[in-house]
Structures are given as C-alpha cells and as structure tokens.
C-alpha cells in the first residue's frame, strides 16, 4: 500500500455471540493487527445498539492496551458532547500515563445514539452547539495551558495527547484545520461529501503545535476473504445486518425481509451507507484501496472489517496485511 493501515474496531456483537465474546475479538484483532503492521486501531462510542459494544470507549482502549505492547489505539471517537472535557481529559490523560506512546483522542460532535438515548446520557441539547470550544479546552488540559484558571486534568497535563477531528461534513474538516489537527472523515458510513471535505481540510489548513502540514484519514469498509465469491456472501451478510441495525432497532429480519426492505428507499440509503466498501479476494481488496487512497486524497486509511463473526474479521484483517504488503512484526 503506498498509505498506512489502520483499523477501525467496531466491537459488532454477531447473532450468536455475546458482548464478552466481541471484547475478547477485539483483543485479538488488535493483536493480529499489531503483528501484521497496522498503525493504529481505534474504537468508536455507540450507545443503545445491541450490535456494538464499545460503548465505554476508555474503558475498551484500557483493556486492549494491557493485552499488546506497541500497536496505536484511540477512539475513533469520543462524542465530546456527550462528556465534559474535563473528564475526557482525565481518562485518556490516564491512558497515555499508563501506555505512554501509544494513545490517540479521536474526536466528535454527533450524540453516537437517537434521541430517547441522548437525555438518557443526559446531554445537554445545545452541546454540539460548544464542540470547538469543548475541543480548544480540552487541549488546554492535555497541553497543561489549561484555559480553566485552577483547574487541571491529573493525569492528563503535560501528556499531549494527540487529538483528531472527525467527521462527514464541512464542520469537521473547517473545525480541523483551523486548529491545525489532523482529519478523520467518516467515508466508511457517511461518504458523501468526502471529497469536498477533504478539499476544504487542505486548502484551509494552519500549522499547529501538533501538526505541520495536513493528514487526512479516510474510513473504507473491507471485507476480505479467501475467494471472492466467500467475501461476497459476508458482505449481503451484514448488509441485511444492517437493515435490522437501523431500520429495525436491532429487530432480527429473514433474509427475505431484508432484501426487500434494501431495495426500499430507506434500505437505498443503508447501501448507500456502505458505498466504499472493498470486497473480495485479498487482491480485489488490496487493489480497491489503492484506488480509493488516490480518490479520497487520503494520506491514511482507517478500515472496518466488515465480516459477520469475529473469526471472519481476523481472517479479513490477515489477508488484507498480507495482500497491502504490511510489515509483519
């Protein structure tokens, strides 16, 4: 690959599995990812979605880290409205203590949830409205030039915890480089403006104290198996997934069902969803990030292994390696 790899952990709870047997996955992904070359692996914040269980993103990074020794990990991200940057600070000021190296702070400004699981979180509604202020305190914390007089995240002051925006929008990618931070763009489930957002990141980027020219990570889902006709069928597999994911709250439709509601407008728009995907053999794959790297103007790519079961993930996460040409630990 002429970009890095990294991943994104999406801690999927299969039909036959339960939250336990997901975090036990992604411990060994991140270990398989350690040993096949990737950057980085991050975790994002759902809340409410029976399908997800990195809904405690700290406490999943924590985890992880106790169980590789070089390996990235981050959040991929926090939805900082839903938290006091304070706090956010603390832990993963907490984090980079105990694993100094080797943490990163993704950030966002989407509740991660619907709208009865917002005031569950109690969010305040116009949270999202303080997101770069939120983002500028934050770092004071992290930079220990608190702009809280007498208040400092310990630990956290001093650490520099690396910070990344993330995104779909135009927000994201003005907010990122205004502040001179590198840009997550969330192409793996939102892809419509990415490249006008990435565009708008590099034309507008400022120099800062963590960052001297711009980096753009772009999401690409990956579902890499042994044959095409394997990495196909994984693929239909989590697309009518997906379908009860977020058409049914987590209802379990027939394949029957779920075929019929993707070729419904709402169903279009779950494909849509998963416009850039990479499926097939590990060649296909390998030869269909290339391409998307040159089409995203990406300097990363962050991908989510797309197969139904924690076993097809490691064997997607393999082959992939293998095939990018990753350098194998």
């Known amino acids: 690959m002429s970009v890095p790899l990294s991943i994104l952990d ?33 975790y994002a914040e759902h809340h409410n979605m029976s399908a997800i269980a990195s809904s405690a993103t700290s ?14 990990l981050g959040s991929g991200g926090v939805m900082l409205p839903n938290h006091a940057p304070l706090t956010i600070a603390e832990q993963f000021g907490t984090l980079e203590t ?31 409205d303080r997101f770069p202020q939120d983002v500028q305190e934050l770092q004071g914390y992290l930079s220990g030039h608190t702009r809280m007089p007498g208040v400092e995240a310990t630990p956290g002051k ?17 907010l990122a480089a205004a502040l001179g931070l590198p ?31 711009p980096h753009v990570i772009a999401g690409v889902n990956v579902v890499a198996a042994d044959t095409e006709a394997e990495a196909h069928e994984q693929h239909r597999t989590i697309t009518r997934r997906r379908v009860g994911l ?3 709250r987590g209802r379990t439709f027939t394949d029957e069902e779920a075929d019929a509601l993707l070729s419904s407008p709402q169903g279009r728009h ?22 998307f790297t040159e089409h995203a103007d990406a300097d990363e790519l962050i991908v989510a292994h797309q197969a139904p079961s924690v076993a097809g993930r490691l064997r997607s996460t393999q082959l992939l390696a293998e095939a990018a040409g990753l350098v194998q630990a």
């Open 183 to 213: 840009y997550a763009f969330a192409s793996h489930f939102s892809p419509g403006a990415l490249q006008e957002a990435v565009a708008t990141y590099r034309r507008r980027f400022q120099p800062s104290d963590q960052l001297d020219r």
């Open 10 to 42: 999406l801690a999927f709870i299969g039909p036959d599995e339960t939250a336990r047997d997901s975090l036990e996955g992604s411990v060994t992904l991140a270990r398989a990812a350690e040993r096949s070359g990737y950057r980085r692996v991050w």
């Open 98 to 128: 105990l694993h100094p190296g080797r943490i990163d702070l993704g950030l966002g400004r989407a509740p991660g949830s619907d709208q009865v699981t917002m005031r569950a979180l109690r969010r305040d509604p116009m949270a999202a």
């Open 270 to 291: 779950v494909q849509e969803m998963m416009r850039y995907s990479a499926v097939g053999a590990p060649e296909q794959v390998a030869a269909y990030l290339e391409a």
């Open 246 to 248: 977020f058409l049914g």
């Open 59 to 72: 406490v999943v990074i924590a985890h992880v880290a106790a169980h590789t020794e070089r390996i990235r």
């Open 158 to 174: 001093g650490t520099n915890v690396p910070l990344y925006i993330l995104g779909s929008s135009l927000f994201g990618a003005t």
